[in-house]
């Protein structure tokens, strides 16, 4: 370790040769050629263990860096050798290990390590350590759904060191709880199941966790669950009841019930019942002895399998309800409904009734509507009335729904009858009826009372009873003509409950009426006469005031009649052409049950006139209504539009009725205000009312015209023309024309008048215009006249601009006036915009300076500045003179493009155009210019984008537009570069400037986030499709094939983009349609998506199609396999596990006794998972699902079962006689035909293979086999083998007993033998002595000697000793 001479490397860490050493090493003559490096033994690794009781480990040394082995030598802590292994040596390593068997505590030992080749070098030793842990679980017993805990215990724990500890169901890890207890050296791991489902076991497994490679040690723990079903019964108070819990899937419990806080024990309240055990489960019964309210008890159940089980608690509920019936007594063959009502039940429950023949409809049964408020439910028995017919009893039935275990009660409902007879009369007038009602069948007295036929009055009643009779009778003091009911009306005291029985009684009085009518001229008239008290043989005839009869059919008269309640109505109808003035008819009614009547029925007219009247549009109009030959007190006129609105007095109409009804006429009136007649013609009702409720409308015509005037305008001197025009009059119409104010009528050369369609122009010629003049046109129509003004002027002043201007909103304008004549009168000048007065700085927003001849105004023009601009001198004492007049335009700032919004695809075409002012005054356009994203568009059509790409227009030369604009056309291809805003930008003189909205240039696109998505046929995928247009596209999808992915819009989104498109986001759902076929395989289906003429396409990836195996057949304790085919890519993660139906549930299948495979898949995605069962047990014996996780997606395949293959034997025992038949069959369950069916004679070892064979379907046989005659060596036992191909099954054994009949008896004399059947299949014979006349008789020599019984197993009577009968005889003389 020193530095050798001038080395600088210590010979420790030396190479050879010896670093860079030039001197040789002492006495050598070669650098360290003899030298040997010395060897540290300091490279020693001990393994300790920690493990736990029970559990066999192994300690080790481990030596490294050697070049030889090494002696190893272990010692335990008192220094005596124990025996270890040395190991050998692997590489430079060398292990030796101690074995230790079940150690029970805690130890130290030492390895002691010395060299072999080397001995005088020293021995190193290293301690090993070995540490021991106790280790307890604990089991429990809960009830099903509820929480459980086991505990794992490991003692002689240091602190800070715990070892690690998992809990697993099967290869599951689960997670637990840990306390640790270092005061106790232990820590205890708690595993909570939160709702346990059904027996589960649980492993805990303890293992070191500061040194790794100790040996774990593994205990299991039972969460075992049972049930409890307790149920809630409804009873009747004070009715014994029983509360019942039944336990199942335990055998060994302890219980107890309480009530509140107390615990019942049998008493005079209750008795608490033992567990009994039925089917194996538990019952605990409760005996309520006399219930009489509502109570819950407390059901309380504990394992007593495992002690440290947790107590648990149901609750019972004992609903008490009452029972109160509603009998009724009711006339006889009257439906009636009698009632059963529950009280105090919480919810609904089922009443039914008895005490009839089911099924008979006669009888309606109603078992009510629960209500929850009054807690009450109340069921009906309907009864038809023709089986109410005598007192009977009917029973109703109560029964719980929700708690079926409660015991039904009944109660018994009466329902008892009773006859009512009323008499009925038919009378003249002038006769006083009595009317009786009779009450009979009863044995109490009945309420009656009487009622007219309006079911109101009660009118007087005098009663008189009698045995089971009661009488009521009714003294009728004022009759009326037809037919008139009474009612006597019956109601129980007995059973105040009852309904009230009504029966009629009939009065029937002769009586004859008419009606009679007054309506206009020329309208169709109904006139009745009605005959009552009559039946239907009577009749009615017509006749008119000449004695003519009258018969419907010659289209002038139509006669009705219609008989209804003891009334004969006859109605005749006279055509409107016959009612033309008043008229008398005749009606007669006979028959064989009255005597002839006759009564006159007048018709009565009236007329009314209603004259159209024409006015001009916008004048008062005056509408008349006249009426005249009314025979009547009064008449009311009333108005209507044409939609039959009443209309009534209003700034608009007036409405007179005119004078009262006088010498049969009246006239009424509609006066129309200016306003009314505005619309042109119109159409009114005259509404003439003389009889009440019988109304009759006229329409009234109001016809218009209407009259335009056309002024004229010229310079002094010229001539002028007038014109006055009448259009749209229906009658004779004349004009003439005056100077206003003056009544002169103007000559008839100086005017002209032509005839136009449905009116007159009329032009007045003025040869010399001087001054402003005034004319009057008068139009004459009907009598009236209507009077309108036309206006000459003259003008002698010039305006500038001449001519109309258009102006830019802003500019400023100035607008002279000049006075052309040489001579100027006094005066001054105005000017008016729109024909209103402008003064300077007032509402025409301008400024005004005048001189001698010459006004100017100058304003900034807006939108108020535009209308009609002129100016006039205003002359003292004369007529102003007056300019022409311009019309001022006001141009607004601004442009516009068309479209603002622009769409294509990529590579198409598309032009934008933009519109702006012209010909505008002050301001000279010069140029349209563009620019795109901010920069200008150059002459030749080049542009750069936000992005500075180069972009390509072409502008088209600008050229006039409509409407005095200009127009640049823009024109372009969409591209990905040409999207961003794009602006028109003129050029006018003056600088002047234009708002212009903005262009956007779009692309359409159209994108989707994926083009191939993979789904199962339970779980459908989704892609999405994103389309950006000016517009919402329609879209389409297509599938390259049919039948087998189907899709639908999961959601369609659309949002506005700028530039006034929109973005439309469909998300398109994939489902499975289609069947797997005879083949599976992954299926690829592609897909094509269009919008417009946009297309996507991609595919759709099928994986997940199972096809479960065929059913399995097979033997109890024998191996079986179960497999499922499905499909799946070979990139996919997958996931089987399979399930077994266990009580209508699947279940996962338990880890032991079971093997799940999984195969590769084939070329076409599909894989096999098969079931390995080690031993079919009972359990097996349902069906399977296999279900398949593929990349987190779950399926489940269709149901496969496992069938057991029996044999049942018919019976279990057979007993036959010699000689007889034997007779053996089993029915036989199997996978396909038996391929070989044996009887074994299992005593002898005999096999009988000729049996009978017979199917009941493909999986079930009958199996026979017959053996005749029988001997006594068939007894013995059988049993049937069955063999299915590979698949073996036998019966279980069946006895047969062969019994040996005994021979023939003889008959001792006067006597025979009776047999006698015994058990076991013997019999015996008794002697009977034979039956004697009445001179002798018969009597048994020996008493004793009377039977003699055949054992059949051997086939011998026990004697065949019989005594005769000795025959006695009465002595002789």
């Known amino acids: 370790t020193t530095p050798f001479g001038n080395c600088t490397t210590p010979f420790g860490n030396c190479t050879t040769p010896f670093g860079n050493c030039t001197t040789p090493f002492g006495n050598c003559t070669t650098p360290f050629g003899n030298c040997i490096t010395p060897h540290s033994l300091s490279g020693i690794i001990p393994h300790s263990r920690e493990i736990v009781q029970g559990t066999s480990t192994t300690l080790s040394c481990e030596v490294t860096s050697l070049t030889t082995k090494v002696s190893v030598v272990w010692k335990d802590s008192s220094g005596q050798e124990v025996t270890g292994l040395p190991g050998s040596l692997v590489g430079s390593k060398q292990t030796s290990t101690l074995v230790l068997t079940n150690p029970l505590q805690d130890a130290t030992y030492s390895c002691l390590v010395k060299s072999i080749q080397f001995n005088t070098s020293p021995e190193f030793r290293k301690t090993v350590n070995l540490h021991v842990l106790t280790m307890s679980t604990t089991n429990t017993e809960v009830l099903k759904g509820k929480e459980g805990k086991v505990k794992c215990e490991v003692g002689n724990v240091e602190e800070g060191k715990v070892p690690d500890i998992t809990w697993k169901k099967g290869n599951i890890v689960v997670t637990s709880s840990l306390t640790e207890d270092y005061d106790n050296r232990k820590v205890v791991s708690t595993l909570t199941v939160d709702a346990a489902t059904g027996d589960n076991t649980y492993t805990c497994t303890v293992v070191s966790s500061r040194f790794p490679n100790s040996e774990p040690k593994t205990e299991t723990s039972e969460v075992l669950t049972y049930d409890v079903t307790c149920h809630d019964i409804d009873v009747k108070k004070g009715v014994i009841s029983y509360v019942t819990c039944v336990v199942s899937g335990t055998t060994d419990v302890e219980v107890s019930w309480k009530l509140g806080d107390k615990t019942l024990s049998t008493d005079q309240n209750y008795e608490v019942k033992a567990l009994a055990k039925e089917n194996e489960n538990l019952n605990a019964v409760l005996a309520v002895k006399n219930p009489e309210a509502d109570a819950t008890f407390t059901f309380i159940i504990r394992s007593k399998t495992y002690p440290q089980s947790p107590t648990f608690t149901v609750p019972v509920v004992l609903n008490m309800y009452e029972i109160v019936v509603t009998g009724k007594e009711v006339k006889s063959e009257t439906e009636t409904t009698i009632t059963c009502q529950i009280t105090g039940i919480p919810e609904a429950m089922t009443i039914g009734w008895s005490g009839y023949p089911s099924g008979d409809v006669a009888y309606v049964m109603g078992h009510g509507d629960y209500d929850s408020v009054s807690k009450s439910q109340t069921g009906t028995l309907t009864v038809r009335g023709d089986k109410v017919t005598g007192d009977k009893y009917y029973t109703c039935a109560i029964t719980s729904k929700s708690n079926p275990k409660s015991i039904p009660q009944e109660a018994p409902v009466a329902l008892h009858t009773y006859r009512v007879d009323v008499t009925s009369f038919s009378i003249k007038s002038g006769t006083t009826p009595v009317l009786t009602c009779t009450v009979s069948d009863i044995g109490n007295p009945v309420s009656i009372t009487w009622k007219n036929q309006d079911a109101s009055k009660v009118v007087t009643e005098t009663t008189v009873s009698s045995d089971n009779k009661q009488k009521s ?144 549009v916008g004048s008062p109009a005056t509408l008349s209504c006249v009426v005249a030959n009314v025979d009547a007190p009064s008449l009311s006129i009333s108005w209507t539009d044409s939609q039959g609105q009443a209309l009534k007095d209003n700034e608009i109409y007036t409405i007179r009725s005119g004078e009262e009804l006088k010498n049969g006429g009246q006239t009424g009136t509609l006066v129309i205000a200016e306003g009314g007649t505005n619309s042109g013609d119109g159409l009114f009702n005259c509404v003439v009312e003389v009889t009440e409720g019988n109304p009759f409308s006229f329409p009234v015509t109001m016809e218009t015209f209407s009259t335009s005037i056309t002024n004229a305008q010229v310079k002094t001197g010229e001539k002028a023309a007038l014109t006055c025009t009448v259009t749209n009059s229906k009658r004779d119409v004349k004009i003439e024309w005056t100077l206003k104010g003056n009544t002169t009528v103007l000559p008839a050369d100086s005017v002209t008048e032509t005839k136009r369609g449905d009116g007159l122009e009329s032009i007045l010629m003025v040869a010399d215009a001087i001054g402003d003049t005034s004319y009057e046109c008068h139009v004459r129509v009907e009598g009236a006249t209507y009077t309108h003004v036309a206006t000459l002027e003259t003008n002698d002043l010039s305006i500038s601009p001449s001519e109309d201007t258009r102006v830019f909103e802003g500019s400023n304008l100035t607008l002279t006036c000049t006075y052309k004549t040489s001579r100027i009168s006094d005066g001054s000048f105005v000017w008016k915009l729109n024909d209103v007065k402008c003064v300077s700085g007032g509402t025409c927003g301008g400024t005004i300076v005048n001189d001698v001849k010459t006004s100017r105004l100058s304003l900034t023009v807006k939108e108020s500045s535009a209308g009609t601009w002129g100016c006039s001198f205003d002359r003292d004492g004369k007529d102003p003179i007056k300019s022409s007049t311009i019309t001022l335009s006001v141009v607004p700032t601004s442009g516009t493009v068309s479209p603002t919004s622009l769409w294509g695809k990529s590579g198409t075409a598309n032009t934008i155009t933009c519109t702006v002012p012209d010909t505008v005054y002050q301001n000279t356009l010069t140029e349209i210019g563009w620019h795109f994203d901010g920069n200008k568009v150059s002459a030749d059509g080049s542009a750069f984008n936000s992005n500075n790409d180069v972009i390509k227009f072409t502008i088209k030369k600008s050229a006039s537009g409509e409407a005095d604009t200009m127009i640049s056309v823009l024109s372009f ?18 600088g002047q400037a234009l708002t212009i909205p903005e262009a956007h240039l779009n692309l359409i696109t159209l994108t989707a986030d994926r083009t191939r998505v993979t789904l199962t046929p339970s779980s459908p995928a989704s892609i999405t499709f994103i389309t950006t247009s000016e517009r919402k596209l329609t879209s389409t999808i297509t599938m390259a094939t049919t039948g087998t992915v189907t899709t639908s819009d999961k959601s369609d989104t659309t949002v506005d983009v700028v530039g006034g498109g929109k973005k439309q986001t469909k998300v398109v759902e994939f489902e499975w349609s289609g069947s797997s076929g005879s083949v599976l395989g992954v299926v690829t289906v592609g897909f094509k998506y269009t919008a417009d003429d946009m297309e996507v396409e991609g595919e759709v990836i099928v994986v997940g199609q199972s096809s479960a195996g065929g059913d399995v057949w097979g033997s109890l304790g024998e191996k079986s396999q179960l497999s499922c085919l499905f499909t799946a890519t070979s990139t996919s993660s997958i996931k089987v596990m399979w399930l077994r139906k266990e009580g209508g549930a699947y279940k996962e299948i338990p880890s032991q006794g079971y093997k799940n495979i999984l195969s590769s898949p084939t070329d076409n995605g599909v894989y096999t998972a098969t079931l390995f069962i080690d031993q079919i047990q009972d359990a097996d014996v349902t069906e399977f699902q296999a279900q398949i996780t593929i990349d987190g997606v779950t399926i489940t395949s269709d149901a496969v079962s496992v069938k057991k293959a029996s044999v049942v034997m018919e019976t279990t025992s057979f007993s036959v006689n010699t000689g007889g038949k034997l007779d053996l069959s089993a029915v036989v369950e ?36 017959t053996i005749t005659p029988v001997f006594k060596s068939n007894s013995g036992t059988y049993h049937f083998r069955i063999t299915f191909g590979n698949l073996q099954v036998a019966s279980s054994a069946i006895s047969v007993t062969v019994r040996i009949d005994c021979r023939p008896l003889t008959t001792p004399p006067n006597s025979s033998l009776e047999k006698e059947t015994l058990p076991n299949e013997n019999y015996r014979y008794r002697v009977r002595c034979k039956s004697g006349d009445s001179s002798t008789t018969y009597l048994l020599i020996h008493e004793d000697k009377t039977l003699a019984t055949c054992d059949t197993s051997t086939g011998t009577y026990d004697t065949t000793d019989l005594s005769p009968c000795a025959r006695t005889v009465a002595p002789t003389t």
Not at 496 to 519: I, N
Not at 570 to 588: A, G, I, K, N, P
């Open 473 to 616: 009778t009714l003294t009728i003091a004022d009759v009326s003509e037809g037919v008139t009911t009474y009612t006597c009306i019956t109601k129980s005291k007995l059973l105040p409950g009852s309904d009230s029985s009504s029966t009629v009684g009939t009065l029937t009085v002769f009586g004859l009426t008419v009606t009679e009518v007054q309506l206009p001229v020329g309208n169709r008239a109904t006139i009745t006469c009605a005959a009552k008290g009559v039946s239907a043989a009577a009749s009615i005839s017509w006749s008119d005031q000449r004695g003519t009869a009258l018969s419907s059919g010659d289209g002038k008269y139509t006669i009705n009649s219609i008989f209804s309640s003891s009334t004969l109505t006859s109605t005749l109808e006279v055509d409107q052409s016959l009612v033309t003035e008043d008229r008398v008819y005749t009606c007669t009614v006979s028959g064989s049950d009255v005597q002839a009547s006759t009564r006159e029925v007048n018709l009565y007219t009236y007329n009314v006139d209603t004259p159209t009247k024409e006015v001009e």
């Open 973 to 990: 291809t969409h591209s990905t570069t040409a999207v961003g805003v794009l602006k028109c930008s003129p050029v006018y003189s003056g």
């Open 1230 to 1265: 199997g996978p396909s035909t038996p391929t070989r069916v044996a009887l074994e004679h299992t005593d002898l070892g005999e096999s009988m293979t000729d049996v009978t064979v017979v199917a009941d379907s493909t999986t079930k046989w009958k199996i026979t086999k």
